[in-house]
């Protein structure tokens, strides 16, 4: 029906920078708002950054001013340019999607998830 798919991941040094990505697919009628989590090692999943459908975003404080958030609506895509890495950083990131699909529904989707691992 949806898929949505991250991709960006990867192994970057202390202070370095990455970009990920992540494209909605599918029945889509419309993308209310986007989002990005992430999840450490025994951690609770946290909210990295979202956007509304309008562009307004918001940010975890530990992230502000360090990590952006965008959207391209026309290529169903929502993006997270990450600079300033710190070691803290490393995490499982996801990808999630409020989405009304072409039969009707409203759900909350979810990528598989990308690893982000930052070296000290």
């Known amino acids: 029906q949806v898929q949505l798919v991250e991709s960006g991941g990867g192994l970057v040094q202390a202070g370095g920078s990455l970009n990920l990505s992540c494209a909605a697919s599918?029945?889509?009628?419309?993308?209310?708002?986007m989002a990005w989590y992430r999840q450490a090692p025994g951690k609770q999943r946290e909210l990295v950054a979202g956007i509304a459908s309008g562009g307004s975003a918001n940010y975890a404080g530990s992230v502000k001013g360090r990590f952006a958030i965008s959207r391209d609506n026309a290529k169903n895509t929502v993006y997270l340019q990450m600079n300033s890495l710190k070691p803290e950083d490393t995490a499982v990131y996801y990808c999630n999607a409020d989405i009304v699909t072409t039969r009707g529904y409203q759900y909350r989707y979810w990528g598989q998830g990308t690893q982000v691992t930052v070296s000290s």
């Open positions: 599918g029945t889509i009628f419309s993308i209310k708002d």
